[in-house]
C-alpha cells in the first residue's frame, strides 16, 4: 500500500486539490436541491400576489452561479484526478521497468519473460483501473453520502431517520452478493484464461491441425471452451445483475415511505414555524437517491478491486524481488585490465532449496590471450559455466576471478565492459544494422564496424542489402536468417573490443565454411583478448589452446584436440559420432 | 513470423502481398507497363517499394466503421436470432420507461394536494387527505414496482441474449477460421486473430449488452418527457428545443474530441506496449551491453508522452458530466423564469403554480436520456467496426475445395474388384468417381509426381520454378540446398497448404486439385521443425495423429519415435498432462512426440523437416533412430540435414533460387562434381 502512495509522488498536489474541488462539488450539488426547494415552496406559489420576478431572478442567478462553480470546479478536479491517476500509472510503470532493468537473470529466469511482459503491460493498466477509479469515486462517494445525510437531517431529523434502516440493509445486500459473485468471477477468469490459450494452441499449430484434418477436433475443442466461457459468464453477472432490482425496489421504497410521512406532516404542521413544506420534501427524496447511488458506488469499488487483486499482487511480486546480484559494494574505478580467468572451487546452483549443484568443484585457469573450447552434452552446465565470468550468475561457492580479481568487485558496467558475450537466444532490436552493431561500442567509427562485420562473415551479406548498413531490422530481426542474424551478433560483441570475449554455441545455425572462417579471423583479431568458445560440434574447437570438457556440472577433461582425443572416453565418442554425423563436414 | 516458414519469411512473400492486394488480379497490358515503368523509377529514386506503396494506403480510423448500415444489419441479423425474446425486451424496456416517467406524473397531484393543505384555514379534513395520498402513493408504488420489475427483466434477458450473440459470434468465427487457407495465418499476427475473439467481441457485447437496451429506454424516455412537458405548456417546451439543439452540438464536439484525444492516447499506449514487449525480450543482451539506464530513460519518455496524452483524453471526458449538469440547471432557470412571467402576465390563467412546479421537474429530467444516447453514440462506433473486421474475416473464401475424389477403405476380393468397407485387412484408396455416380478405386500407393510446377508467395516473386519430380511408391527424395533455396516451400505444396500456380502435382496418377482437401492430407503427415503440441495428455497428443488409434497403438507408434523409454519415466507416463505447449518437455523430448504422432497416422506419404540445429548430439542420435524408423515403408519427402539421410535417399534434388539445379543418386550426384559435390566437401555454404 505505502508503495502505491509513493507512486503518488509529484502528484500529490493535484490528488489532493482534486478531493478538495471534489468536496466543494458535492457540497454544492448538495445544496442545489434547497435552492429550487425554495423556488418551489416560496416563490413560485406567490409569483402571483409578488407580481414581480426580483426574488426568482435572485434565487435563479444563486442557482446558475452554484452551477456555474460546479461545472469549472468539476471540470478542474476531472482535470486534476487525470494528472493523479495517469501520473500515478506512469510511475508505476517507470518503477515495474526500472526494477526489470535491475534484475539479474537468476529474477528474469524466475518470473520468464513471458510473464513480465503481462505483467508491464497488463496488470498494471488493471492497477490503474483501481486507483482511477478509487480517485474519481472514493472521495465523491463518502462526501455524497455523508452531505446527504447531514443536509436531510437538518430538513427532517424524523424522516431522516429512514437512512438508519435503508444504509445497512443495502450494506448487508451487498455483502452477501459480494460473497456469492467474487468466487463465480474467479471461475470466470480462469475460464477466460482456457478460451485464449485455445484459440492460441490453434493458432500457432493450424499447420499441425491442417495436415491432420483436425479441425472439427479443434471445433469441438473450441466449443467446449465457448461454453464453459459463456456458463461462467452468465453464472456471474446473473448475480450481479440482482442488484438492479433489489436496489430500485429499495429506492423506491425510501421514497414512498418518505413521501408518506412528509405529506402527513406537512398537513399537521401546516403553518408552523419551521414547517416541512413539498419543495423540501421534494429535496430530500433527491438525497435518498444520492445516499442509495453513493452506497452503490462503494459496491463497484471494492468489486474492481477485488477483480484487480490478481494483478495487484503479480505486480507487487515483481516490485519486492530482490536483484540476487547486486554489484552495490565495488570498487567503482577498477576496471578489468587483462583476459586472465580463474575458477577457484567453484559450485553453482540456482535455486537455494536445489538438493544437487549445478556446477560442482570447478578449477581452472585461463591465461590472458587464450582460446578455450568448452564441450558437453546438453544439461552439462556449460553456459551456467560461461555465465559466471560476467557475473550474470553468481558462483554459490568459491570464487571466480577475472583479470586477478574476483569478480564481485568490479561493477556490472566495468566488468561487462572487459567481459562480452554472444549469447545462445541471441537479440537484435528494432532500428537500423547500424544502430544495432553500436551497441558494442557507442563511439565505433564506420571503419571500425566494417572490419568488425569482416571478421564476423557479416558484411559480405550486408553490403547486399539494398541499404546496406542502413537496413533497419525489424523486431527480433525477423528479416534476416537464423545465421545471419548470429553473425551480427558476433559483430556486436567484437566491436566492444573486451578482454575476454565468450561464444556460446552462436554459431550453430551458420554453416561449417563460414564457421572456419570466422574462426580464422578471431584468431588474428583481438590477439589479446581471451576467447571461450562454447560449440557442438568438435570441429569449431578443435584448435584451441585448450578444450574442458563438462559432464553433468563437473570437468572430466581438459587438453588440447590431440591430448584428449588419447585420454578422454567420452571426448572420443562425441568426435566419432560426430565425424559420421552431419552433411558437409 | 513464424519459423515453420523460413523461406517464406526471407522472401517477404506473404508481407508484401498483404499490402498489395489488387495486384493478384489479372492486370491489362497497359496496366503490366505502367507497373514496369513505376517499378523502374523507383529503382532510380531508390525507394523501396513498400515506402512508396504506403501514403497511398489511406490512414484507417479503428474506430470507425467503413459501412456502418451493413454491418450493423448484419450484426443485428445475429442478435434477431431470439426473435421472440427480443419482441419481449422491446415490450418491456418501452413499458418500464413509460412506467418510470408515468411514476414521475403522480409528483404532480401530490404537490398540489400539499400546496393546497397549506393553507390551515381552508382544507380538507386529515382524513380525506391521508386518503387521497394513499392513492396516489399506492398508484406510484405500484407502478415503480412495474418499472423496476420490467427493468430487471429486460436487462437480464438481454445479459443472455448478449453472451448468447457473442457466443455465437466466436463459435461462427472460430468454424469460419478454421477452414481459411494456411496464407491466412502466415500473414497475420496471432495477437491481431486473438483481438478479433477477444476485444473486437467484447466491443459487441457492449453495445449489445447495454447499448440498445439505454439507446431505446433513452429513446421512450425522452419523448414521453417531450409530450408530457408539451401537455403541460407547449410555449416553453418550444424554447426547450432551442437548448435542446445547444445539447447535441456540446455532446457531438465533446465525443468527436475525446474520440480523438483517445485515438492518441490508444497509439501512445501502443508504441509504449511495443517497448516494453521488445526490449523485456532482449533483456538479457541490455544486462550485457550495460544499456539498463538507457532503457530506463527511454521507457520514462515514453511513459510521460502517455501520460501527457492520457490526460488530455481523460480532461476532455471528464468534461461532459459537468456541462450537462450545468446545462440542465440553465435549462430549469429558463423555464422557471419563463413559467413565472406567464404565470404573473396572465394572471394565472395560461400557467398557475402547480403545474410549473410539474413542469420544472420534467425539464430536470430532459437532458439526462440526451446523454446516454450520446455515450452509446461512442460504443456503437467502436461495437461496429469490431463487427466489420470480424465479418472481414467470416467473408474471407475458405481454402478451395473442389476435389471429388475420396480417400477410403476398401477390402480387395478374390476378383481384384474393391469393396468399401474396414474389415481386416483393409487398404486405403481413392474413390474416383466417374459420371453416372459410377465410381472406380484406385489403391493408395504413395506416387507422388510434380509436372513443371512454378509457385510464388506472390505472383511477382517465384519462389520455385519448372519443379519436375517423380516420387515412385516408398522412395525417398531428400531436399538440400541453402536457406531461402525453397525447400519449406515444398512442403506446402503437396498438401495443398499453398496452391500452386503453373504445373501440376498428382498423387498415384490423380491431379491433387481433383482430391478432396481432407482426403489428400488424410493420406499424409508432416514432422516439422517446431513443434506444436496442444494442452492435454502426452496420449492424447500423440493420438492427434489418429484419433481411433488403441492405447497399444500410441505406445507402438512412441516406440517407433524413440519415446516411449522418457515417456515412461514420467511419473503419469502417457497421461502426463502438457502444459502451455510443452513447456515441462525439452525440446527434443517434444519432437520425438511429434513424430510418435506422425507414426500412429501411418500415412502413405510423409514430409519431415529434420533440422535438429539446437539440440545435442545424445537427443540428436535419439531423433535420428526415430525418423528413420519413420521413415521406412513409405514416400518421404525429406528436408534433409543429416548426411546418412541424404546418402540414403533414392533421390537427391539440390535447389538452388527455387530451381532443381541437380538430381540424382549419391554415388551419380558426387561423380559429376558439381554443387553436390561441393556441399559434400563442406566447400560451399549452407546455412
Same mark, same amino acid.
Do not use: F, I, R, W
Given at each position: 500500500m505505502k508503495r502505491y502512495l509513493n507512486f503518488v509522488k509529484g502528484n500529490w498536489i493535484f490528488a489532493l486539490l482534486s478531493a478538495v474541488f471534489v468536496l466543494v462539488v458535492v457540497y454544492l450539488e448538495i445544496e442545489l436541491p434547497l435552492i429550487t426547494a425554495k423556488i418551489i415552496d416560496d416563490i413560485i406559489p406567490n409569483i402571483e400576489s409578488m407580481g414581480n420576478l426580483a426574488e426568482l431572478r435572485h434565487q435563479i442567478l444563486l442557482m446558475l452561479v452554484y452551477s456555474f462553480a460546479i461545472l469549472l470546479l468539476g471540470f478542474l478536479a476531472a482535470r486534476c484526478a487525470a494528472i493523479a491517476s495517469l501520473g500515478f500509472t506512469a510511475n508505476m510503470r517507470i518503477a515495474i521497468f526500472n526494477k526489470v532493468q535491475d534484475f539479474s537473470f537468476d529474477n528474469i529466469d524466475k518470473f520468464t519473460t513471458a510473464s513480465l511482459i503481462t505483467r508491464i503491460i497488463n496488470d498494471t493498466n488493471s492497477v490503474q483501473m483501481v486507483f482511477s477509479t478509487f480517485l474519481n469515486f472514493f472521495i465523491k462517494a463518502p462526501l455524497t453520502l455523508i452531505f446527504a445525510c447531514i443536509e436531510a437531517r437538518r430538513i427532517s431529523a424524523e424522516l431522516s431517520k429512514v437512512f438508519w434502516f435503508v444504509i445497512p440493509i443495502i450494506v448487508a445486500v451487498f455483502m452477501i452478493m459480494a460473497v456469492i459473485v467474487v468466487p463465480k468471477f474467479r471461475i470466470m477468469l480462469e475460464k477466460t484464461d482456457k478460451f485464449n490459450k485455445t484459440l492460441q494452441e490453434n493458432f500457432l499449430g493450424i499447420r499441425v491441425v491442417k495436415s491432420f484434418v483436425r479441425e472439427n477436433k479443434e471445433k469441438d475443442k473450441f466449443n467446449e471452451a465457448n461454453n464453459g466461457l459463456y456458463h461462467a459468464t452468465m453464472a456471474a453477472q446473473k448475480i450481479m445483475m440482482l442488484n438492479l432490482p433489489i436496489l430500485m425496489l429499495v429506492l423506491f421504497g425510501c421514497m414512498i415511505y418518505t413521501l408518506w410521512n412528509g405529506s402527513i406532516q406537512i398537513y399537521d404542521f401546516a403553518g408552523q414555524e419551521g414547517a416541512l413544506e413539498i419543495g423540501t420534501l421534494t429535496a430530500f427524496t433527491s438525497y435518498i437517491s444520492s445516499v442509495i447511488t453513493s452506497l452503490m458506488t462503494f459496491t463497484m469499488i471494492f468489486i474492481t478491486m477485488v477483480m484487480a487483486r490478481a494483478s495487484i499482487k503479480r505486480v507487487n511480486e515483481v516490485l519486492d524481488e %530482490?536483484?540476487?546480484?547486486?554489484?552495490?559494494? +565495488?570498487? %567503482?574505478?577498477?576496471?578489468?585490465?587483462?583476459?586472465s580467468i580463474e575458477f577457484r572451487n567453484v559450485s553453482f546452483k540456482y535455486s537455494s532449496e536445489a538438493e544437487k549443484n549445478v556446477l560442482e568443484n570447478i578449477n581452472i585457469s585461463i591465461k590472458s590471450g587464450e582460446i578455450v573450447g568448452v564441450i558437453g552434452a546438453t544439461g552439462s552446465a556449460k553456459t551456467t559455466l560461461v555465465s559466471l565470468i560476467p557475473r550474470l550468475y553468481e558462483a554459490t561457492g568459491g570464487e571466480v576471478l577475472v583479470s586477478g580479481r574476483n569478480?564481485?568487485?568490479?561493477?556490472f558496467e566495468n566488468l561487462r565492459e572487459g567481459v562480452s558475450m554472444v549469447l545462445q537466444n541471441n537479440v537484435l532490436f528494432s532500428g537500423t544494422i547500424k544502430e544495432n552493431l553500436l551497441w558494442g561500442n557507442r563511439g565505433a567509427s564506420d571503419e571500425m564496424i566494417e572490419e568488425a562485420c569482416k571478421i564476423a562473415q557479416a558484411h559480405e551479406f550486408i553490403s547486399e542489402f539494398a541499404d546496406g548498413y542502413e537496413t533497419k531490422l525489424e523486431q527480433g530481426g525477423v528479416n534476416v536468417s537464423g545465421g545471419q542474424k548470429q553473425r551480427l551478433c558476433i559483430a556486436r560483441a567484437l566491436l566492444r573490443a573486451p578482454k575476454v570475449l565468450i561464444f556460446d554455441?552462436?554459431?550453430? +545455425?551458420?554453416d561449417t565454411a563460414t564457421d572456419t572462417k570466422i574462426r580464422d579471423g578471431l584468431a588474428s583479431y583481438l590477439p589479446d583478448t581471451t576467447k571461450i568458445i562454447i560449440a557442438q560440434r568438435i570441429n569449431s574447437v578443435k584448435h584451441a589452446d585448450k578444450i574442458i570438457i563438462l559432464d553433468d556440472g563437473k570437468i572430466v577433461g581438459v587438453g588440447t584436440h590431440d591430448e584428449l582425443l588419447e585420454n578422454s572416453e567420452i571426448y572420443k565418442e562425441i568426435y566419432i559420432s560426430q565425424q559420421k554425423g552431419a552433411l558437409a563436414q | 513470423m513464424s519459423n515453420t516458414t523460413p523461406d517464406v519469411s526471407e522472401n517477404n512473400a506473404v508481407t508484401a502481398q498483404e499490402t498489395a492486394p489488387t495486384e493478384k488480379k489479372k492486370l491489362t497490358f497497359k496496366q503490366k507497363i505502367l507497373r514496369a515503368i513505376a517499378k523502374k523509377m523507383r529503382k532510380m529514386m531508390d525507394i523501396p517499394e513498400g515506402e512508396a506503396k504506403a501514403p497511398a494506403k489511406p490512414k484507417e480510423n &479503428?474506430? &470507425?466503421? @467503413?459501412n456502418a448500415k451493413k454491418t450493423f444489419k448484419r450484426l443485428f441479423g445475429y442478435v434477431m436470432k431470439s426473435k421472440a425474446l427480443f419482441a419481449l425486451v422491446l415490450l418491456l424496456v418501452i413499458g418500464a420507461a413509460l412506467f418510470s416517467v408515468a411514476s414521475t406524473a403522480i409528483n404532480e397531484p401530490i404537490v398540489n394536494l400539499c400546496q393546497k393543505v397549506l393553507d390551515v384555514n381552508n382544507r380538507m379534513s386529515r382524513g380525506d387527505f391521508i386518503q387521497q395520498i394513499a392513492l396516489w402513493l399506492g398508484l406510484m408504488m405500484g407502478l415503480s414496482i412495474v418499472s423496476a420489475l420490467a427493468n430487471y427483466g429486460y436487462s437480464r434477458i438481454m445479459l443472455q441474449i448478449s453472451q448468447r450473440t457473442m457466443r455465437i459470434i466466436r463459435k461462427d468465427l472460430f468454424d469460419h477460421i478454421q477452414g481459411l487457407p494456411v496464407k491466412y495465418f502466415d500473414s497475420q499476427k496471432k495477437g491481431d486473430i486473438m483481438s478479433r475473439f477477444t476485444s473486437d467481441v467484447s466491443a459487441i457485447n457492449n453495445i449489445v449488452n447495454e447499448g440498445m437496451t439505454t439507446l431505446l429506454s433513452s429513446g421512450v424516455t425522452l419523448i414521453a418527457t417531450v409530450a408530457m412537458m408539451l401537455y403541460y405548456s407547449p410555449k416553453i417546451t418550444l424554447i426547450l428545443f432551442a437548448s435542446l439543439i445547444f445539447i447535441v452540438i456540446v455532446v457531438l464536439v465533446i465525443s468527436v474530441l475525446s474520440a480523438k484525444q483517445f485515438a492518441k492516447y490508444q497509439k501512445a499506449m501502443g508504441s509504449c506496449n511495443a517497448y516494453i514487449e521488445e526490449y523485456i525480450r532482449g533483456q538479457r543482451v541490455i544486462k550485457l551491453f550495460s544499456y539498463e539506464e538507457k532503457n530506463k530513460q527511454d521507457f520514462a519518455a515514453l511513459a510521460n508522452n502517455l501520460r501527457r496524452v492520457g490526460i488530455g483524453a481523460n480532461t476532455i471526458t471528464g468534461l461532459l458530466m459537468p456541462l450537462m449538469t450545468f446545462i440542465t440547471q440553465v435549462n430549469y432557470a429558463i423555464c422557471a423564469l419563463f413559467g413565472a412571467t406567464m404565470i404573473i402576465t396572465s394572471g394565472g390563467t395560461a400557467m398557475n403554480a402547480g403545474r410549473l412546479v410539474a413542469y420544472l421537474s420534467y425539464s430536470k429530467s430532459f437532458s439526462s436520456p440526451i446523454t446516454s444516447i450520446a455515450s452509446q453514440f461512442t460504443s456503437l462506433m467502436q461495437a461496429l467496426a469490431g463487427a466489420e473486421r470480424i465479418f472481414e474475416i467470416m467473408d474471407m473464401p475458405h481454402e478451395i475445395d473442389e476435389g471429388n475424389v475420396k480417400l477410403v477403405k476398401v477390402v480387395k476380393d478374390e476378383n481384384g474388384s474393391y469393396t468399401e468397407c474396414d474389415d481386416y485387412g483393409w487398404v486405403y484408396a481413392w474413390k474416383v468417381p466417374l459420371i453416372e455416380g459410377e465410381y472406380v478405386y484406385t489403391e493408395v500407393k504413395g506416387q507422388v509426381e510434380f509436372e513443371n510446377v512454378s509457385f510464388g508467395y506472390?505472383?511477382? &516473386?517465384?519462389?520455385? @520454378?519448372d519443379i519436375n519430380i517423380v516420387a515412385r511408391p516408398n522412395e525417398k527424395i531428400a531436399f538440400v540446398g541453402s536457406t531461402g533455396a525453397g525447400k519449406t516451400t515444398i512442403t506446402n505444396l503437396v498438401n495443398r497448404f499453398y496452391d500452386i500456380q503453373e504445373g501440376t502435382i498428382t498423387v498415384d496418377g490423380i491431379d491433387i486439385k481433383a482430391i478432396e482437401k481432407d482426403s489428400l492430407r488424410g493420406a499424409l503427415s508432416m514432422v516439422l521443425q517446431d513443434v506444436n503440441l496442444f494442452s492435454g495428455t502426452i496420449a492424447d497428443n500423440i493420438r492427434y495423429g489418429r484419433l481411433d488409434a488403441t492405447d497399444e497403438e500410441v505406445v507402438e507408434a512412441a516406440k517407433i519415435a524413440n519415446a516411449h523409454s522418457f515417456i515412461s519415466r514420467l511419473p503419469k507416463g502417457y497421461q502426463t498432462e502438457i502444459t502451455g505447449d510443452g513447456g515441462n518437455l525439452s525440446q527434443g523430448q517434444r519432437q520425438l512426440l511429434s513424430i510418435a504422432r506422425a507414426a500412429v497416422a501411418d500415412p502413405a506419404i510423409l514430409i519431415l523437416d529434420e533440422a535438429t540445429s539446437s539440440i545435442d548430439t545424445r537427443t540428436e542420435a535419439l531423433i535420428e533412430k526415430g525418423m528413420d524408423r519413420l521413415m521406412e515403408n513409405r514416400t518421404v519427402f525429406v528436408i534433409a540435414h543429416r548426411l546418412s539421410t541424404v546418402r540414403n535417399s533414392d533421390q537427391i534434388m539440390v535447389l538452388e533460387h527455387g530451381e532443381i539445379i541437380e538430381q540424382g543418386n549419391h554415388e551419380t550426384l558426387i561423380a559429376q562434381e558439381g554443387k553436390y559435390y561441393q556441399l559434400y566437401n563442406g566447400l560451399y555454404e549452407l546455412d
Open positions: %530482490k536483484p540476487s546480484v547486486t554489484d552495490e559494494n +565495488a570498487d %567503482k574505478s577498477l576496471k578489468v585490465t587483462d583476459g569478480v564481485k568487485d568490479y561493477t554455441d552462436s554459431t550453430s +545455425a551458420v | &479503428k474506430n &470507425k466503421p @467503413k506472390n505472383e511477382d &516473386k517465384t519462389v520455385l @520454378k
